[in-house]
Nanobody, 126 residues
């Protein structure tokens, strides 16, 4: 089992920044891909970004490319999502997730991720 705990959400004005953290514990592995997803009220959960723990390869949704940056600290077993130039449409609950099964590519499909955190609220005011 893998436990994921997110932190760092909050309320910020448009144009501001936040950094989310995701601390992993339990049976983590360097082969996992760590992802961030978000879900706004009434909408489906959508992919934001992911990083392969093994080689640091990253991938971003077009909607956040150039504004968000994902990184990892392998010593701390923690993944970060730096969010800059935030927009009201970024408002959502942000979830950290781990994919232990997909090999070779970074999946953007929520169903491929088998471990999830509880989520942290990000609210961007206009």
């Amino acid at each position: 089992q893998v436990q994921l705990v997110e932190s760092g959400g909050g309320l910020v004005q448009a144009g501001g920044s936040l950094r989310l953290s995701c601390a992993a514990s339990g049976r983590t592995s360097s082969s996992y891909t760590m992802g961030w997803f978000r879900q706004a009220p009434g909408k489906e959960r959508e992919f934001v970004s992911a990083i392969r723990r093994r080689d640091g390869n990253t991938y971003y949704a077009d909607s956040v490319k150039g504004r968000f940056a994902i990184s990892r600290d392998t010593a701390k077993n923690t993944v970060y999502l730096q969010m800059n130039s935030l927009k009201p449409e970024d408002t959502a609950v942000y979830f950290c997730a781990a994919d232990s099964r997909t090999i070779g590519v970074i999946s953007t499909t929520p169903s491929r991720y088998d471990y999830w955190g509880q989520g942290t609220q990000v609210t961007v005011s206009s």
